[in-house]
C-alpha cells in the first residue's frame, strides 16, 4: 500500500470512527425514544424540547453523514459542535451535581464532548482529509 492510499484510508476511517457516536446517538436513541428524550429534555430544561430534539436528530444527522463523505464537512462540523456546546451545557453541567458520584459522571462526559468540539474544530479549521467528497481531484 503506498503512502497516499494509507492516508486516504486512515482519512476515511478516522472520519466514520468519529461520525458513529453522532449518527448512533441519533438513530439508535433519540429517533426510536423521542417522547422519553423530550420528557428527560424539557425536565432538564431545555426550551421546546420537542421542536429542539428534531433539531438535534437533524444536526446529529446531516452532520455525522457529511463527516463521513467528507461533502460540506465543515458545515457538517459545525453543526456538530453546536450540537456538542449545547448538549454539553444542559445534560453535562457537572458544577450542578448533587453527589460527588454524579459530578464524576458528568465531568467525564463534559470532557469527552469538550473533546469532541476540539475535533470539530479541528475539520472546521482543515478539512475532511484525503478520500473526500470536498478532497476530490
Given at each position: 500500500m503506498n503512502n497516499a492510499t494509507a492516508v486516504g484510508v486512515v482519512s476515511v476511517l478516522g472520519r466514520v470512527f468519529i461520525a458513529t457516536?453522532?449518527?448512533?446517538?441519533?438513530?439508535?436513541?433519540?429517533?426510536?425514544?423521542?417522547?422519553?428524550?423530550?420528557?428527560?429534555?424539557?425536565?432538564?430544561?431545555v426550551p421546546f424540547p420537542q421542536a429542539a430534539l428534531g433539531a438535534a436528530i437533524a444536526f446529529l444527522i446531516i452532520g455525522g453523514l457529511s463527516?463521513?463523505?467528507?461533502?460540506?464537512?465543515?458545515?457538517?462540523?459545525?453543526?456538530?459542535?453546536?450540537?456538542?456546546?449545547?448538549?454539553?451545557y444542559f445534560f453535562h453541567n457537572f458544577w450542578k451535581a448533587e453527589s460527588a458520584d454524579e459530578t464524576q459522571t458528568q465531568m467525564i462526559h463534559f470532557m469527552k464532548n469538550l473533546a469532541l468540539m476540539g475535533t470539530m474544530l479541528f475539520v472546521i479549521a482543515n478539512g475532511p482529509g484525503a478520500w473526500s467528497v470536498d478532497n476530490r481531484k
Open positions: 457516536i453522532f449518527l448512533m446517538s441519533a438513530i439508535g436513541n433519540k429517533i426510536p425514544q423521542f417522547n422519553q428524550v423530550a420528557g428527560y429534555m424539557e425536565l432538564k430544561g463527516l463521513v463523505v467528507g461533502w460540506n464537512a465543515r458545515f457538517g462540523a459545525s453543526l456538530l459542535l453546536i450540537f456538542l456546546i449545547l448538549a454539553t
